[in-house]
């Protein structure tokens, strides 16, 4: 399977970045929202409690991988994501099914390494994740709003919204980072866009990402965090 380089991040990102220019050139084809963090990777033990003041069952889970980034190979890496969403699935099901009259679900995925292969993915449209992908074809057939808020710039907005609805994803509204966001803080860019999905009426349910600071900051019942190897994953 595929290993991963550092090289293959720079070409993959090269990659992305000639396919935005592409994708700009045709716009015809190019159409253009109290936090508890699951982490898990084959080797995770979990530990489950329930929060008082909501009633939502929470999972804290310790992931114990061994892996380190340099040598993570794709299957690795997928049997990782699947650990996680193996538990996200579940829940999602349980609280689509629990939806309150009037409530707008909605969950909060990041792209790169999340619910695109991005690091393994040398190509462009890039696959999708494929465990991610499941859950999120689960949440959208059954109404679920789903929106992606990347630190990306907005020069790829068009070829990252591309990307996503070609491999699946049903885009109900994609953030990309504007010039002045760029010297915000990553985590408090990312909240700032959970909150502005909760001020359009929605409900965050789930906050799915690989890194620490897709999921900080709150303004989502869960989180599910996705392996990033010590932050050598974007
Ligand atoms: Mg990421």
Known sequence: MTSRHPWLRR????????AALVAMA??????TSTSTTTTSTS????????????????AATTAASTATAADVDYATWQKDCQAVMDQALPYLKQRIAATRPGEKQAIVFDIDNTTLETDFGFSYPQPANRPVLEAARYAQDRGVAVFFVTARPGIIYSAT???????????????VRGFLDLFKNVADYKT???VDIESKGYTIIANIG?????????????????????????
């Not at 045709?26 to 159409?31: E, K, L, Q, R």
Request: hydrophobic fraction near 35%.
């Open 192 to 194: 700032a866009q959970r």
């Open 43 to 58: 080797t995770a033990t979990a530990a489950r409690t329930t929060t008082p003041a909501t009633g939502i069952s929470t």
């Open 210 to 234: 690989n890194s620490a600071t897709d999921l900080s900051g709150g303004h989502a019942e869960r989180t599910f965090k996705l392996p990033d190897y010590d932050g050598q994953l974007s």
């Open 161 to 175: 919204d591309h990307n996503l609805r070609h491999v699946g994803y049903k885009v109900s509204g994609l953030y």
């Open 26 to 31: 045709a716009p015809a084809d190019a159409t």
């Open 11 to 18: 070409a993959s990102v090269t990659a992305v970045s000639a």
